[in-house]
């Protein structure tokens, strides 16, 4: 039996922070395919927040450790992410920490623009 997409809520499980350690750009990479998936599957989901901050944890982590030859691109896409965060609610309890996260992206950008 096939689930509708609005039939199916997962759990907060689901959402939550990984149950393994992410050691590398694959482990980012993935995460970051699911989330967007999960996003955009399932848009008006109650964890769409918690989504939307893991996200940005992902893409923040996967630029920070990139290699220079990648790093800007992933770090302007990282701040996108942190964009549609505060977009999507601008008081969210992930702020204090998103916004620490976007300090540190928009630091690593001035490199590229000496």
């Known amino acids: ?13 689901f959402i939550g922070p990984p149950k393994t350690s992410i050691t590398g750009p694959s482990d980012f990479k993935g995460a970051l395919k699911a989330l967007e998936n999960f996003i955009s599957d ?3 989901t ?9 996200r940005l944890d992902s893409a ?9 030859s990648k ?8 701040k996108t992410t942190h964009s549609s965060l505060m977009k999507f609610n601008s008081a969210s309890e992930y702020k204090e ?3 620490k996260m976007l300090a540190e992206i928009e630091k ?7």
């Open 46 to 54: 109650p964890f769409k927040e918690q989504a939307l901050y893991y």
């Open 60 to 68: 923040y982590k996967l630029a920070i450790n990139s290699i220079e």
């Open 42 to 44: 399932y848009p008006g």
């Open 71 to 78: 790093k800007q691109e992933r770090l302007a896409y990282a």
């Open 1 to 13: 039996m096939r689930l509708s997409k609005t039939s199916w809520i997962p759990s907060p499980s």
């Open 108 to 114: 690593e950008l001035q490199q590229f623009s000496k």
């Open 97 to 99: 920490e998103a916004d």
